[in-house]
T-cell receptor, first 117, second 110 residues
Framework: NAGVMQNPRHLVRRRGQEARLRCSPM?????VYWYRQLPEEGLKFMVY????????ESGMPKERFSAEFPKEGPSILRIQQVVRGDSAAYFC???????????????FGPGTRLTVL | QKEVEQNSGPLSVPEGAIASLNCTYS??????FFWYRQYSGKSPELIMF????GDKEDGRFTAQLNKASQYVSLLIRDSQPSDSATYLC??????????FGKGNQVVVIP
């Protein structure tokens, strides 16, 4: 499967626990984006990364949320001390490097549904 | 704040008819425009992208872009029950962030 992969697909956490969401980009893609979709709301941009570099984190909450995309392995979105309001679908998307003459068509993974009890 | 508006309520169309969806955006610097389809409980699926003024056709889908009026539309010809989904308009400002509208639900009635 050459598509964007995310795991886990469903994650249940109790308030105060940590949530780690993983994303592997599509083959040939070097840029990763995280979006959050709250119930009855639209998709909201959170963070944009390439390997070992956060390019834009303007959509990330200031506290408890962090993201990384290490040289080896998947991108990780980490939420510390989760609260009920963090319950949402978290989607990862990937694209080729827009600087190589292509536009930034973004392709989405299946998402991680986070439920905070 | 950059906004993407999809104001129409749920759209019901008979099978075989044309479904028309509209989207307006506030940032004149927007450069890239996308339509995604999202089935209930699933992830967004890219179905069309357009970068230049005018029309772009791909199968039964046509995207139309008018940068002067700041709107982008999607036409679905010969609508099929499998087209029943929520359609999301997304706009990029050149910084590779996508701003999404809240979506339009389309219901194709057999």
């Amino acid at each position: 499967n050459a598509g964007v992969m995310q795991n886990p697909r469903h994650l249940v956490r109790r308030r105060g626990q940590e949530a780690r969401l993983r994303c592997s980009p599509m083959k040939g893609h070097s840029h990763v984006y995280w979006y959050r979709q709250l119930p009855e709301e639209g998709l909201k941009f959170m963070v944009y990364l390439q390997k070992e570099n956060i390019i834009d984190e303007s959509g990330m909450p200031k506290e408890r949320f962090s993201a990384e995309f290490p040289k080896e392995g998947p991108s990780i979105l980490r939420i510390q001390q989760v609260v009920r309001g963090d319950s949402a679908a978290y989607f990862c998307a990937s694209s080729r490097n827009p600087g190589l003459g292509s536009y930034n068509e973004q392709f989405f993974g299946p998402g991680t549904r986070l439920t905070v009890l | 704040q950059k906004e993407v508006e999809q104001n129409s309520g749920p759209l019901s169309v008979p099978e075989g008819a044309i479904a028309s969806l509209n989207c307006t955006y506030s940032d004149r610097g927007s450069q890239s425009f996308f339509w995604y389809r999202q089935y209930s409980g699933k992830s967004p699926e890219l179905i069309m992208f357009i970068y230049s003024n005018g029309d772009k056709e791909d199968g039964r889908f046509t995207a139309q872009l008018n940068k002067a009026s700041q709107y982008v539309s999607l036409l679905i010809r010969d609508s099929q029950p499998s087209d029943s989904a929520t359609y999301l308009c997304a706009v990029s400002d050149g910084n590779n962030r996508l701003a999404f509208g809240k979506g339009n639900q389309v219901v194709v009635i057999p």
